[in-house]
């Protein structure tokens, strides 16, 4: 990954943070159900990322695999805090242990990523 590549990406981490953390505040009750299960957007941003892996394994990356694997990458970080350490609820969600935990949490690896792509320069 270079530096325009790691620029997409992260580009498409925050913006689908920030999308997705506008749409749940407005529309806290939204959910996915399957089967009777509570299917958390976590899970997608993990189904996706197995969809993407093999294309990075045969290094068959471009700009559509740079955003959606920011926008995977976001889903699960949004949710990551949120699920390991609240009771899981929409309004645990809204709350400020899962904002801050994904804020801080999203710093924490949007940076460890940069200084990977910065040391394979």
């Known amino acids: 990954m270079n530096h ?3 620029n997409i990406y992260a580009l498409s981490v925050l913006l689908t943070l920030i ?3 506008i749409f749940l505040s407005i529309s806290p009750e939204t959910n996915f159900y399957l089967l009777g299960y509570n299917i958390h957007h976590l899970y997608t941003g993990l189904f996706l990322l197995i969809l993407l892996l093999p294309f990075l394994l045969f290094h068959k ?3 559509i695999f740079f955003l959606l694997a920011g926008v995977a990458t976001a889903l699960i970080l ?3 805090v949120y699920l390991l350490f609240t009771n899981g609820t929409d309004a ?3 709350g400020t ?3 801050w935990g994904m804020i801080l949490f999203s710093i924490f690896y949007l940076l460890y990523t940069y200084l990977i792509v ?3 320069k």
């Open 4 to 6: 325009k590549a790691f």
């Open 19 to 21: 999308i997705t953390r």
């Open 61 to 63: 990356s471009n700009i």
């Open 78 to 80: 949004d949710e990551f």
């Open 92 to 94: 645990a969600y809204l």
């Open 97 to 99: 242990v899962s904002l």
């Open 118 to 120: 910065k040391s394979f």
